[in-house]
């Protein structure tokens, strides 16, 4: 069942949005070489709490951590680790925040140093996929009207699309309903209602879109080894456009 959300409740959703933006202007300073991601998860960890929020992964289907932490290879879910950054890395920093019983969800892609220039395009087009996509969620369209001009920006530019791993609804929970990969055909899938809070969250590989889970039962990389890079906003739909909740 999807919860439709009235405008206060949307008013309430925009602490814990503000908290997640706050904290990835945060770090955008502290991404170098020679940081670890456990230097971020411990940063997120003091970051929330100093503003009244909750880590709401921390033990999500025996999730460990605050943040997941995506380096090169690995699309979405990695694990913190001591393993310093190196120049030319780039790095997927998720987090998801509860603040006075609400959600806010958003990933953010990140150059470590200087990258090369794949890195910078594959970055470059899949900030450009979530905006996109954001354009066209507003009341009345389809999710396959949104999710086709991401699908066909990735496509264009070379790059595929994951779909094994899903957008969602946000509100009380971290995954509400709906659920919906972002591929789509234009008139197809749900129709977007006001009051629908979403994440859009693209996941880009620069090769194939399969992908393969490590032992750890959650991190998910590519196939074939090739980069891939996420951004990710929660949105509010509203009568008045898409509302980005997470906005930095």
Known sequence: MVILKSRAEIEEMRKAGRIVAAFHQAIAGMIQPGVTTLDIESFALRFLKENGAKAYT???NGYPFATCASVNDVIAHGFPNGKPLKEGDIVTIDIVAE???WIG??????????VSEEARHLMRVTKECLYLG????????????????VQTHAEQNGFSVVRDL?????????????????????????????GMVLTIEPMINAGKALMT??????TARTA???????????????????????AQ
């Not at 969800?105 to 200087?114: F, L, Q």
């Not at 889970?213 to 959650?218: E, L, P, T, Y």
């Open 58 to 60: 921390i033990g999500y």
């Open 99 to 101: 603040a006075d019983g």
């Open 105 to 114: 969800d958003s990933a953010w892609c990140y150059e470590v140093g200087v």
């Open 134 to 149: 954001i354009e066209r969620a507003v009341v009345g369209n389809r999710i396959g009207d949104v999710m086709h001009a």
């Open 166 to 194: 899903l957008g969602h609804g946000v509100g009380r929970e971290m995954h509400e309903e709906p659920n919906y990969p972002h591929i789509g055909k234009p008139g197809k899938g749900f129709r977007l209602k006001e």
């Open 213 to 218: 889970v490590d032992a750890d039962g959650w």
């Open 224 to 246: 074939d080894g090739s980069l891939s890079a996420q951004y990710e906003h929660t949105i509010a739909i509203t009568a008045d456009g898409p509302v980005i909740l997470t």
